[in-house]
């Protein structure tokens, strides 16, 4: 973990110098950020742009912070196209989703990069199940952490907690896990049970929504 690869630096920058032109320029932060009404006018451009756009400076710090800690173990396993690929697809998978669970709130709006960053999390979690992640000072598998995170997400969701895009990281989280799965088919054979611990929290959002129940 930590590993500051070339590609992880190109990133990075991105997300810096075109969140510092957002938080300079309204108009620019207003024409790109993810915008209900804006995607549905046609604007696909918002679903990626949105990505690379943040509300603030802790915000920008926190996400990059946490690319910065796991993209090398996804590099590493998939290559620097497989981590792109990663990124790009959690990004837009969690937009996705969000658009999916927002999409009669026209006015409904969201910035920040932390689909695609929790997609490269959920992916180094599925790539390397056993690594300890520190939560508050406590140790534990970065298995029992995914699928933490994943079912406080459906819980914030369900609660609308916070100013918070739980369904961005969600829908950022399940881009991580199919695309990982996709270009790493030898998780199969070695960690099938964490494969199917992993899926616990999407199949259950998913016969959530589907019972009406979120």
Known sequence: MGNLDPITIAIIAANVLVSLKGFKDYGFLDKYKFHVGGVQRGEQIRMISSGFLHVDMQHLLFNMITLFFFAGIVIDYLGNGGFVF??????????????????????????????????????????????????????????????????????GMKKRIGNIGHDAHFGGAIGGYLITLVLATWIFERNLLMVGLLAIPIVLLFVLKRTGNI
């Open 86 to 155: 990663v990124y790009l697809g959690s990004l837009l998978l969690g937009n996705l989703l969000s658009l999916y669970f927002h999409k009669n709130e026209y006015h409904y709006s969201a910035v920040g990069a932390s689909g695609a960053v929790t997609g490269v999390l959920y992916s180094a979690i599925l790539l390397r199940p056993e690594m300890q992640i520190i939560v508050f000072v406590i140790p534990m598998p970065a298995y029992v952490f995914g699928i933490g995170y994943l079912l406080y997400s459906i819980y």
